[in-house]
């Protein structure tokens, strides 16, 4: 049996909690023994939604967990193996390294952290530790990105000659936190890291990049922001986001990549296959979201004595490293900068 402990209730940590329960209900050994969150509210399940539909529909008993109100004190009282930190990025850093010196295994959300320096000080406490650290770069275990994934892979139509790739919603208000830039570091590193990941997942990190980037909203950093990634190869690869899309646009996430002979399109949920040659048709696809398959991998894996080898600590590493370099572009006007390796 997995005995795991969630830390941070907010939307994502209640996207982890209904999936883990999911997965004891299926028959994987695991167990949420406890969770963790500085609100009480948080703690007996009132927590606010976020900008995509994660609910499982089923109500989660809050009462069958043990409660606690700081990290210390669960990791004190607590007998786990493996902890889940779903808390705000500027507190990734220290909590993990505090879980994994205390000999857990960690998942931890999406950005890893706020910099190569603190992913590197991560990294360390984990090869020290003799424990596993995985981050929540979800993308690599949702269906319709794994789909691509395997045709850049696989090559049935070639080669990339073009990506394009966006993430857009109204601006969050599931916690304030995520409009200070010092805590979040908006758009360009809480929403549109995702997309960065996964350019570097599909080709690599990039020979330089070109950001430009636009701050709306007072404090919170870059809100809109469009990305050209340079590669030896030539292929136009561009990324973008943009959280001030208010009134009734909801959320979108979507992507058009170019092949050599066909193209992907991914939006509205659905992935749309278009050979030069022939007829195009609908990519047969999982309906399960990527956190289910992210969550599963990860406990079944721990389960089995397995290395975690999606989505490790140094190519996610990389993805910040990659996000960096856009940063310092978007603060020149969208100058060349080059990728530090």
């Not at 210390?72 to 786990?80: A, G, H, S, W």
């Not at 959320?251 to 992907?264: A, C």
């Not at 080898?309 to 370099?325: F, L, N």
Request: aromatic share 10%; proline share 4%; with cysteine.
């Amino acid at each position: 049996m997995l005995n795991i402990g969630l830390i941070g209730l907010g939307f994502m940590g209640r996207t982890h909690l209904d999936n883990y329960l999911r997965l004891e209900k299926e028959g994987v050994p695991i167990r949420v023994t406890a969770i963790c969150d500085i609100d009480p509210d948080k703690l007996e399940g009132r927590a606010t939604g976020g900008n995509i539909d994660t609910s499982s529909g089923e109500a989660a008993d809050f009462g069958r967990f043990r409660k606690y109100g700081s990290v210390e004190e669960m990791l004190r009282e607590e007998r786990l193996d493996a902890v889940d930190i779903a808390l705000p990025t500027y507190l990734h850093k220290d909590t993990a390294i505090r879980c994994l010196e205390a000999g857990l295994h960690v998942l931890c959300e999406k950005p890893m952290a706020p910099s190569a320096a603190d992913c590197e000080a991560m990294i360390q406490a984990a090869e020290a530790s003799g424990k596993q650290l995985m981050i929540g770069q979800c993308l690599r275990f949702w269906p319709a990105y794994e789909y691509l994934k395997d045709i850049v892979d696989r090559k049935p139509f070639g080669r990339v000659t073009s990506a394009s790739f966006f993430r857009g919603s109204g601006t969050p208000t599931w916690g304030p936190w995520l409009l200070e830039r010092d805590k979040s570091g908006g758009a360009l590193l809480d929403m549109h890291v995702h997309d960065t990941d996964v350019v570097n997942w599909l080709f690599g990190v990039p020979v330089a990049v070109s950001c430009q980037a636009l701050n709306v909203i007072p404090g919170s950093g870059y809100d809109i922001v469009s990305t050209n990634y340079r590669y030896g190869d030539g292929k136009v690869v561009n990324a973008q986001v943009d959280w001030t899309l208010q009134g009734d646009f909801g959320f979108e996430m979507s992507y058009r990549v170019n092949f050599e002979g066909g193209n992907l399109l991914f939006r509205g949920g659905a992935v749309r296959v278009n050979p030069n040659d022939g007829a195009g048709y609908d990519a047969e696809l999982p309906e399960d979201q990527g956190y289910y398959f992210e969550l599963k991998y990860f406990a079944e894996t721990l389960i089995a004595g397995r290395a975690l080898d999606a989505a490790t600590p140094r190519s996610t590493q990389e993805t910040i490293r990659i996000i960096e370099a856009e940063i310092a572009s978007a603060s020149a006007s969208g100058e060349w900068v080059a990728v530090q390796r």
